[in-house]
């Protein structure tokens, strides 16, 4: 079913990634010209995430009618698995960003308790700087989810992805100036309109943008999922490097000093929880031989550097679900930092992430999150 109007102005928002899930959905990789070695060892930690999401929350896995037999194979039984056509399995970006109605500022009682947003999607940049050249399929995975939940569908012209945008639930909304101010997204539109556009879709009323997201994350132009996000009202969690030397640490340093100097929608001082990125971690000579580099996929040569980051994990029903890159005493100081920082929640590491991070992102771009609906009233 299609809304008509903005969301954010018929008493929606967007909720932080803490509150109630009722489900999560995970796409099924499988395109050789970005996962190596026909995406066989990247699989078998989609099953793994897929599986550990699972202690928390229900999961829908989905994959092409090619994979499906494999997919349902690799899947515990109690997870679903559906068929659906995809170009690849980002998820976060190419999912619907669920928005849920907030009591205090409906006065419709009929109205649907959860909708999502239909982005528009541009494979990351569109022909010349997108990732792919072919996103017919993924331009299509917000619409089939919410059709499969018939949850009400908001269209939306904008070019935007969900690992983009990083929300409090109380109106806070975290982005990058790298990625939504990119030309190969929206030229038409200077940074006030897309504030507008954003504030009237999401319920969103302050804005922090910090000018750049990880050092690396090309294949995305800086996400803020990979840089930056909110633990809690009042509190985010950065990418933080002590190295001089490591291009990142001026990125961290300038991040930095956005939040510190900043207030949220509430008007409270933000906390800042600094999380190590690990390595610098590059991409070997074998696994880039894995890939089938034909043109049709952005390259990936050896040697590029990996845009790994701690910050890209899932947080749900009282679970936090985390890469792991292979180096202890990293994995395990975000071990404790993650900890930390969510004690009321059960942290899992998944092993072997460095597989995700091969074909540009993590656990939370793989991911989409689909909110319960809110009981809560949020005061404006």
Not at 154 to 177: A, Q, R
Not at 225 to 232: A, E, G, I, L, T
Not at 262 to 291: F, N, Q, W
């Amino acid at each position: 079913m299609e809304m008509e109007g903005k969301p954010g102005l018929l008493g929606y928002r967007m909720p932080a990634e803490w509150e109630p899930h009722s489900q999560c959905w995970i796409g099924w990789p499988e395109r050789p010209d970005n996962w190596r070695d026909n995406a066989v060892p990247a699989q078998r930690v989609f099953a793994d995430v897929a599986t550990a999401l699972s202690k928390f929350v229900p999961v829908t896995v989905c994959a092409t009618a090619a994979q499906w037999e494999n997919a349902r194979t690799q899947i515990p039984n109690h997870i679903r698995v559906v068929e659906m056509s995809l170009n690849d399995s980002w998820f976060c970006d190419t999912g619907p960003t669920f928005v849920v109605l907030n009591k205090a500022l409906s006065a419709e009682d009929k109205a649907p308790k959860v909708a999502g947003i239909d982005w528009t999607f541009n494979s990351w940049g569109g022909v010349d700087d997108g990732c792919y050249k072919d996103w017919s399929h993924d331009s299509l995975v917000a619409k089939k989810i919410l059709e499969i939940e018939k949850v009400p569908r908001f269209p939306h012209t904008l070019i935007l992805e969900g690992g983009s945008i990083h929300v409090d639930g109380e109106g806070t909304c975290l982005t990058t100036e790298e990625c939504l101010l990119n030309p190969n997204r929206n030229p038409h539109l200077i940074k006030d309109q897309i504030e507008d556009e954003l504030k009237s879709y999401l319920g969103v009323r302050k804005f922090i943008w910090l000018p750049r997201g990880l050092y690396g994350d090309d294949d995305t132009n800086g996400h803020i999922d990979n840089m930056c996000c909110f633990v809690k009202p009042g509190v985010v969690m950065l990418s933080w490097t002590n190295d001089k030397l490591d291009p990142q640490y001026e990125r961290s340093i300038e991040a930095f000093s956005i939040p510190s100097s900043s207030t949220d929608a509430c008007g409270r001082k933000l906390e800042i929880i600094k999380i190590h990125v690990p390595g610098p971690l590059y991409m070997a000579e074998e696994e880039s031989a894995g890939v089938i580099q034909d043109g049709d996929a952005k390259p990936r040569p050896p040697g590029t550097r990996l845009a790994a980051s701690y910050v890209n994990f899932y947080i749900g029903n009282g679970g936090i679900i985390a890469p792991e890159f292979g180096d202890e005493n990293w994995d395990k100081e975000a071990f404790h930092v993650l900890s930390s920082a969510f004690p009321d929640h059960k942290v899992v590491m998944i092993k072997d992430a460095r597989e995700i991070v091969l074909a540009g992102g993590n656990i939370h771009c793989i991911t989409q999150q689909q909110p319960a609906p809110s009981s809560s009233i949020i005061n404006t």
